[in-house]
C-alpha cells in the first residue's frame, strides 16, 4: 500500500517565476492539505482540498492556489515566486468521514528553492 | 486562538536513558494532539494521536504520551532512547470534529549520545 507520494523531490526556480507540486494521497484517501516548511521552523497551513474544492485556508497570498482531481490527486501552484518562497512543501492525505477530517499522514515533500 | 508550545528546542540525552518531551497547547474544546518526527530533510511520520478516550496513548518506536486538560499538556515519553531516535520532533493541535487544520509547536530537536 503506497503511502503519500509527491512530485518532484527537488526544484530550483529564479525569482518572478511559476511552480507546480503534485501530491497522490494514500490509497483511501479523500482529503489533501498542503503545509510549507520553511527550514528550521515548523509547517504552516496553507490549504485544505475536499471534494475538489478548497475548503479551509492559512494565512497565506492569492499567489497560492491549488487543484484537487476527481482521483483525489493534488496540485500546489505558487506564481511569482519570491525568494521567501524557498521552503519544504509537504503534502498531507487524510480521510474525511461525516464531515470531519480524521489523522493526516504526510508525504517526503518537494524542496523549492528560489534564487 | 489554538497554539502549541514546545519549551525545549533542544534536548540532549544519552542513548538508554528515558526521554520526556514537553508540549502544552491552547484550544477552547478537547482537541486532537498529535506528535510527529522528522529526520533531516524527510517528511513527518506520525508517532502516535490523541482523540478521545484513554488519556495515554501507545504509539509506534515504543512511543507513549499522555494528555492532561488540567495542564493543557501532552507529553511524549520513551523509557529508554536509541541512537536512531535522534530528529526532531512536533506536537501539533488540530480542530476536532472539524477539518482537522494542524497547528505545529515550534518542534524539539532531539540528540542522542553513545
Known amino acids: 500500500d503506497a503511502g503519500v507520494t509527491q512530485s518532484p523531490t527537488h526544484l530550483i526556480k529564479t525569482r518572478g517565476q511559476q511552480v507546480t507540486l503534485r501530491c497522490s494521497p494514500k490509497s483511501g484517501h479523500d482529503t489533501v492539505s498542503w503545509y510549507q516548511q520553511a527550514l528550521g521552523q515548523e509547517p504552516q497551513f496553507i490549504f485544505q482540498y475536499y471534494e475538489e474544492e478548497e475548503r479551509q485556508r492559512g494565512n497565506f497570498p492569492d499567489r497560492f492556489s491549488g487543484h484537487q482531481f476527481p482521483n483525489y490527486s493534488s496540485e500546489l501552484n505558487v506564481n511569482a515566486l519570491l525568494l521567501g518562497d524557498s521552503a519544504l512543501y509537504l503534502c498531507a492525505s487524510s480521510s474525511t468521514s461525516g464531515g470531519v477530517a480524521g489523522t493526516q499522514y504526510f508525504g517526503p515533500g518537494t524542496r523549492l528553492l528560489v534564487l | 486562538a489554538q497554539s502549541v508550545t514546545q519549551p525545549d528546542i533542544h534536548i540532549t540525552v544519552s542513548e538508554g536513558a528515558s526521554l520526556e518531551l514537553r508540549c502544552n497547547y491552547s484550544?477552547?474544546?478537547?482537541?486532537?494532539l498529535f506528535w510527529y518526527v522528522q529526520s533531516p530533510g524527510q517528511g513527518l511520520q506520525l508517532l502516535l494521536k490523541?482523540?478521545?478516550?484513554?488519556?495515554l496513548v501507545q504509539g509506534i518506536k515504543g512511543f507513549e504520551a499522555e494528555f492532561k486538560r488540567s495542564q493543557s499538556s501532552f507529553n511524549l515519553r520513551k523509557p529508554s532512547v536509541h541512537w536512531s531516535d535522534a530528529a526532531e520532533y512536533f506536537c501539533?493541535?488540530?480542530?476536532?470534529?472539524?477539518?482537522?487544520?494542524?497547528?505545529f509547536g515550534a518542534g524539539t530537536r532531539l540528540a542522542v549520545h553513545p
Open positions: 490523541y482523540f478521545s478516550g484513554d488519556t
Open positions: 501539533a493541535v488540530g480542530e476536532s470534529g472539524g477539518y482537522n487544520k494542524l497547528i
Open positions: 484550544y477552547g474544546a478537547t482537541p486532537y
